[in-house]
């Protein structure tokens, strides 16, 4: 089992990458190939799948999506190939939220996914996804912090901070929210 490699993207194709690593092309399916740029190095995490007449590789940018992954594909009826699609425009906190919120048409949205698989998919991970970046909690208090510190009221907060990507560094959160606050 590999756990994550290291190289060059040497191709790119409409669903995948190949990394090579010591003269070795790896094909390592991803949800959005046109992350990665050709000629350059990149960690990329891996979850290898072998079945009896298949030996594949899926790619992840960062260990948090491999794991929501992961979890995905324990649920019932729901594949490596649905399953990599979610990530190639969403993070794993909106992914995880929708599951949290029963957000049964957010689900939908993605190729293959219908009603009785989003449902399924919500009963089976519903509070039980640990993959919540250890940073979002964090930023989210800094960023409350910082906009208590600007004299705004908790109420008004709440009501912007679930608005701000997470993932952003923490200046371009508050300007973000400063945004927000002014509409």
Do not use: H, W
Not at 93 to 103: C, G, L, M, P, Q
Not at 115 to 124: E, G, M, P, V
Request: some cysteine; proline content about 2%; charged content about 30%.
């Amino acid at each position: 089992m590999y756990d994550y490699i290291i190289g060059m993207v040497s191709d790119i194709n409409f669903n995948s990458i190949v990394v090579e690593v010591n003269n070795i092309g790896y094909l390592v399916y991803v949800s959005n190939p046109f992350f990665y740029q050709e000629g350059k190095e990149y960690k990329v995490y891996l979850y290898q799948q072998i079945k009896e007449d298949d030996n594949s590789l899926f790619g992840f940018k960062t260990k948090e999506e491999k794991e929501l992954f992961l979890q995905l594909i324990a649920v019932k009826g729901l594949g490596c190939k649905m399953a990599l699609p979610m990530f190639a425009t969403e993070s794993t906190s909106e992914i995880v939220d929708a599951i949290e919120r029963e957000n049964i048409s957010y689900l939908k949205k993605f190729p293959k996914i219908g009603d009785k698989l989003a449902k399924q998919i919500i009963l089976d991970l519903k509070g039980k996804l640990a993959v919540s970046d250890n940073n979002t909690n964090d930023n989210k208090d800094e960023l409350q912090e910082v906009l208590r510190g600007l004299g705004y009221k908790d109420k008004e907060i709440k009501n912007v901070i679930g608005k701000i990507d997470s993932s952003l560094q923490i200046e371009d959160q508050v300007k973000e929210a400063l945004k927000l606050f002014l509409k």
